[in-house]
């Protein structure tokens, strides 16, 4: 099973900040990672696929990069309806598995 | 619009069995894989299955592995998640989720399912 280590944990950052957050994988994924944003109450949505590919309707702060073992998560001013929570997810292997999360809070 | 809608949620004892359903709307199930997600209740992501979209091809995670099936009946347009032996770290908010090419780009809202005695 390929683990995904996500960090940090928690990021304090206040509206207009750039937000970066790191997703590690314990083996090569080539490019098949995913990034999901979750508010409380709510189901997932994809920002981005394929490490850096934006979703349908995903503003253009929204940035993804990577591959390999190594991705990053951008989120290059912060709105405010962007505190939530963030998880990667590789779809390389099966078992497909998620990080545990990021969880970005205003400062 | 697409819309994925879960039900059969609910408060179980261990050791008893649930199914779930996902209706899907708003687009057609045989051109689709799809997937069941859970969350437990204040924790991460879990992938769950996976059934592909003719259902020739099913993957499960191995903590369910043995326990859940996965089905689907194109003609319902409907997905079902059966969960047998239900232990209490069963405990979680499903989600089922669609594919749309290589990547998951849909999710219900989840129907919750307490096991507990």
């Known amino acids: 099973e390929i683990i995904l280590t996500q960090s940090p944990a928690t990021l304090s950052l206040s509206p207009g900040e750039r937000a970066t957050l790191s997703c590690r994988a314990s083996?090569?994924?080539?490019?098949?990672l995913a990034w999901y944003q979750q508010k409380p109450g709510q189901a997932p949505r994809l920002l981005i696929y394929?490490?850096?590919k934006r979703a349908t309707g995903i503003p253009a702060r929204f940035s993804g990069s990577g591959s390999g073992t190594d991705f990053t998560l951008t989120i290059s001013s912060l709105e405010p309806e962007d505190f939530a929570v963030y998880y990667c997810q590789q779809r390389s292997n099966w078992p497909l598995t998620f990080g545990g999360g990021s969880k970005v809070e205003i400062k | 619009q697409v819309q994925l809608v879960e039900s059969g949620g609910g408060v179980v004892q261990p050791g008893t069995s649930l199914r779930l359903s996902c209706a899907a709307s708003?687009?057609?199930?045989?051109?689709?894989?799809m997937h069941w997600v859970r969350q437990a209740p204040g924790k991460g992501l879990e992938w769950v299955a996976f059934?592909?979209?003719?259902?020739?091809?099913?993957y499960f995670a191995d903590s369910v592995k043995g326990r859940f099936t996965f089905s689907r009946d194109n003609s319902k347009n409907t997905l079902y998640l059966q969960m047998n032996s239900l232990r209490a770290e069963d405990t979680a908010m499903y989600y089922c989720a669609r594919d749309y090419g290589a990547r998951t780009d849909f999710w219900g809202q989840g129907t919750l399912v307490t096991v507990s005695s």
């Open positions: 708003g687009f057609t199930l045989t051109s689709h894989n």
């Open positions: 394929d490490a850096s």
């Open positions: 083996q090569s994924v080539t490019r098949d």
């Open positions: 059934i592909s979209f003719d259902g020739r091809n099913k």
